[in-house]
């Protein structure tokens, strides 16, 4: 089934460069070339919690509070980068499939929760869709 999504406002290759300069300092180990995925609490045995924030403090904040034992993968919502007032649903689509296919190349999860706080709500249920769509199990997802 094919859903066409309005044209982004912000072209991709824009958002991508505005979010690295938002990610640059961003706790965690850099996933990706780009540095807009990051992951903190690697080792830990639970099933990932892939999060979608606002704000840098944010991810180590959540990753604190869940504990070592809980991989936390970090991404960046739109906020800032698009004028949410202007945005369409396009841009949440787009940026939520091009993590889509960061994190699938750099990560051979069959189960993940999925979540996000604020915009990255937004953007965290089309990569929970982008997610299903591909037979990666969303076991959970947490919108905020």
């Known amino acids: 089934m094919s859903m066409i999504m ?18 640059r300092s961003w706790a965690g180990e850099v996933v990706d070339s780009e ?4 992951i903190l609490n690697p080792n ?3 099933r990932p919690l892939i999060w979608c924030f606002n704000a840098e403090h944010e ?3 959540l990753a604190q509070a869940l504990g070592a034992d809980q991989p ?3 991404l960046r919502s739109l906020n800032v980068v698009v004028d949410f007032k202007r945005k369409n649903l396009g841009e949440d689509y787009e940026i939520a ?11 051979d999860y069959q189960t993940v929760w999925i979540g ?3 915009q990255g709500a937004a953007v965290s249920a089309e990569l929970a869709n982008a997610y299903t769509q ?9 919108l905020m």
């Open 6 to 23: 309005p044209l982004s406002s912000v072209p991709l290759q824009r958002k991508i460069c505005l979010l690295q300069n938002f990610t």
């Open 72 to 74: 936390l993968i970090g």
């Open 35 to 38: 540095g807009l995925v990051r």
């Open 59 to 61: 991810f180590p904040a």
């Open 97 to 107: 499939r091009y993590y889509a296919q960061i994190l699938q190349r750099h990560f």
């Open 116 to 118: 996000g706080n604020c």
């Open 134 to 142: 591909s037979d990666i199990e969303v076991a959970g997802q947490v």
């Open 44 to 46: 830990g045995t639970q």
